[in-house]
């Protein structure tokens, strides 16, 4: 059983990432030395999830994206010749030692609705994502897979969900 946790904007006054570790050592090296210039330049927005003693457990990054229109099966409509607007959740990762007590589906979840509340406000055709390959590969693919999200054509690490199918779900 996990602990209580919410989930917050970032604040690196506030959230301690020194300890986190997800088990991805490029995700866990970019959380410690890049997020905090890539939100002051205004290039990702970050939420943390923290338990009830303030301990970074887990987080989730999303910036503007787009994609070309060959590539998005699904999205392009009719004749659409320019790029797809879209969200990138650029990162999700979980600390190792509170990986598999549902924080991951949590702040998938809140970055989802997140989105969904963005594509109220501005054009956003899709979320896209990066699935990390290594050891785990098949096992992210099959978690994203399971809320909807599916492969760009001739990209076997890059997954979307449209907005659309993201709002059903959300509906259901």
Known sequence: MTDHFSIQIFDKNNHNRKDFSCGIESMDNWLKTSVSSQIKH???????????????????????HQVAFDDAQGLAYQEERYPIPAIYLKAIGVKKTYQEQGIGTELLVHAIL???????????????????????????????????????????????????????????
């Open 114 to 172: 997140r989105c969904i509340t963005v594509s109220e406000q501005i054009g956003v055709a899709a979320i896209i994502l990066n699935v990390e390959k290594d050891d785990n590969y098949k096992k992210r693919v099959v978690f994203y897979q399971k809320y909807g999200f599916d492969f760009f054509r001739n990209k076997d690490n890059f997954m979307f969900l449209s907005v659309n199918d993201a709002k059903s779900l959300t509906t259901n």
């Open 42 to 64: 205004n290039r990702i927005r970050l939420w943390c999830a923290v338990n009830d003693n303030d301990e970074f457990v887990g987080f989730y990054a999303l910036s503007s």
